[in-house]
């Protein structure tokens, strides 16, 4: 069974920096793609940002690029996302996500139907 484990959200002002980390269970780590979604408030679940076991590929949604780092550390079992220029709208619950589907896919994918572990999730707010 795997767990995944946030920390690092909190309340941050307009134009801050937050770094979230997420701490999975399992040997397997470093031969999956790992991800972070996000939930506002009266809103579905989006993805924000991937990372492949592969090379470090990573994808980010459009609202994040340039701001938003996602990186991993395979030896400590740790996915990061670094979190700069924030806004308000960036304001909701963060969630580490492990793709279903191995080294089979390389590139992360944005759907949520290809991830089947999710952490319990951490909140950030942004004031303005």
């Known amino acids: 069974q795997v767990q995944l484990i946030e920390s690092g959200g909190g309340l941050v002002q307009t134009g801050g920096s937050l770094r979230l980390s997420c701490a999975a269970s399992g040997r397997t780590f470093s031969d999956y793609v790992m991800a972070w979604f996000r939930q506002a408030p009266g809103k579905e679940r989006e993805f924000v940002a991937g990372?492949?076991?592969?090379?470090?590929?990573?994808s980010y949604t459009d609202s994040v690029k340039g701001r938003f780092t996602v990186s991993r550390d395979n030896a400590k079992n740790t996915l990061y996302l670094q979190m700069n220029s924030m806004k308000p709208e960036d304001t909701a619950v963060y969630y580490c996500?492990?793709?279903?589907?191995?080294?089979?896919?390389?590139?992360?994918?944005?759907?949520?139907?290809?991830?089947?572990?999710w952490g319990q999730g951490t909140q950030v707010t942004v004031s303005s």
């Open positions: 996500v492990r793709d279903n589907s191995g080294r089979t896919r390389v590139v992360p994918s944005t759907s949520i139907r290809a991830y089947d572990y």
């Open positions: 990372i492949s076991w592969k090379d470090g590929i990573t």
